[in-house]
């Protein structure tokens, strides 16, 4: 391994920074990258560490993303440790690649900085980039702070490299609001970090003269089907258990609890709100003081696991609830949200009566305030009342001028 940087036991990092030491200590073999806002700074710091002697790897400055991507498909296809970074438009362009790397199962992981699809042009935080890619076949981590965002990374590295996955993931965490915002983490030691993760085991490496291997293979109607059914979505579905079995061994070492699908006063909880990202933290606050203050039996459930999605864990944690509202921060376009979408899904064929509504909010860096989830709350336990809506089935949520509602 190369030099080692001696860390306190709390460090006040942002969420880059998290990510970027992470990369560091699990010394990454190639992270190849284009800079693009508020990602750049991942990139920034781990092309410093190589620069300083801090690690050994490599970092290759690409021409784009598309360019980056495709340089990681071939590094981790030659048997490396791989990581990279972006956010965005980036993101967008690295698109077509990303089913080359799930497709050809190369563990690659990648730190996308949530953050708005333009146009019009906007370098704030809000999911249309995770949205995105959630049927690329990468497995789809959520941080909610720069604490999570460091641990997230170790979780994904481990999964994603396991040989019985090999598929690659992604650690998302929200634009500016936890990249660019400095928290206290608690940090591992170098060492502890690298054997948590251990050292990388190639499989199937295009470097192994010894045994040749072919990646990238054209199928066609012959085997195209059943290499998606059998060889992705199956082994995608079928990675849940894994991702808790890293968890737990997190937990173990470091007392940091991770759950797939993350509850926060449900236990008796009547009406719920279901987000991602830093949103979960300010749900949970307003959660609370509406028990307090209100007598509202409020819960929030975040979703920690995104793809593959937890169907089953999701239908558990809402199994009692009366009234639930999905908070998509993402445009839809003309139908209702993704997370909204896919909570249907995992309730459709189950026993709950619950009423589902969907709240559109903080497009742009836009911000979701205690106030508007305070209105959500009061909603929902209106709409638990009466046992059906009494507002319409999707909201946007602190838009300017008149109010906005469809369905």
């Known amino acids: 391994m190369a030099d080692t940087i001696e860390l306190r036991d709390i460090e006040v990092w942002d969420g880059n920074m998290a990510a970027s030491q992470a990369l560091r200590q699990v010394q990454v073999d190639v992270v190849a990258a284009y800079p693009i806002t508020p990602s750049t700074p991942i990139v920034e710091n781990y092309a410093g ?16 993303e598309h360019g980056a991507m495709s340089c990681c498909i071939g590094a981790a296809a030659a048997g490396g440790r791989v990581a990279t970074a972006t956010s965005s438009q980036g993101f967008a362009l690295m698109l077509e690649t990303l089913y080359s790397a799930s497709g050809m199962r190369l563990p690659i992981v990648l730190n996308l900085v949530n953050r708005a ?27 909610y702070c720069p604490q999570e965002a460091y641990d997230m990374n170790f979780i994904a590295f481990k999964v994603s490299e396991d040989h019985d996955v090999r598929l690659p993931a992604i650690v998302n965490q929200d634009g500016f609001m936890t990249s660019h915002t400095a928290q206290g983490v608690h940090t591992l030691s170098d060492e502890v970090a690298f054997n948590f993760v251990g050292e990388y085991k190639p499989m199937n490496d295009m470097l192994d003269l010894d045994h040749p291997v072919t990646h990238g293979v054209q199928t066609e109607e012959d085997w195209h089907f059943e290499h998606k059914a059998r060889q992705q979505h199956a082994l995608m579905t079928a990675v849940l258990p894994k991702i808790q079995a ?14 797939i699908v993350e509850r926060y006063d449900m236990d008796d909880a009547e009406v719920a709100v279901v987000c991602m990202g830093t949103s979960v933290e300010t749900a949970r606050e307003v959660a609370a003081e509406m028990r307090a203050q209100h007598g509202i039996k409020a819960g929030v459930v975040g979703i920690r696991v995104f793809r593959p999605w937890p169907l089953e864990q999701i239908a558990a944690a809402l199994k009692d609830v009366k009234a ?24 459709f064929n189950t026993d709950t009566k619950a009423v589902l509504t969907n709240y559109i909010y903080g497009l742009g860096g836009r911000d979701l305030t205690k106030a508007h989830l305070v209105s959500i709350f009061t909603e929902l336990k209106a709409n638990a009342e009466a046992a059906k809506p009494t507002t319409p089935l999707q909201q946007y949520i602190g838009l300017r001028g008149p109010k906005l509602s469809f369905f």
């Open 49 to 64: 560490f190589t620069a300083n002697g801090y690690v050994d790897g490599e970092f290759v400055m690409t021409e784009s």
């Open 324 to 347: 639930i509202a999905a908070l998509d921060r993402s445009s839809p376009h003309g139908t209702v949200g993704a997370l909204y979408n896919e909570i249907s899904g995992a309730l």
């Open 246 to 259: 890293a968890f737990d061994d997190f937990e173990k070492l470091t007392g940091r609890k991770y759950n």
């Open 117 to 143: 699809i333009g146009a019009p042009l906007n370098v704030n935080g809000d999911h249309s980039d995770m949205y995105m890619g959630r049927d690329s076949g990468w497995i789809q981590f959520g941080a």
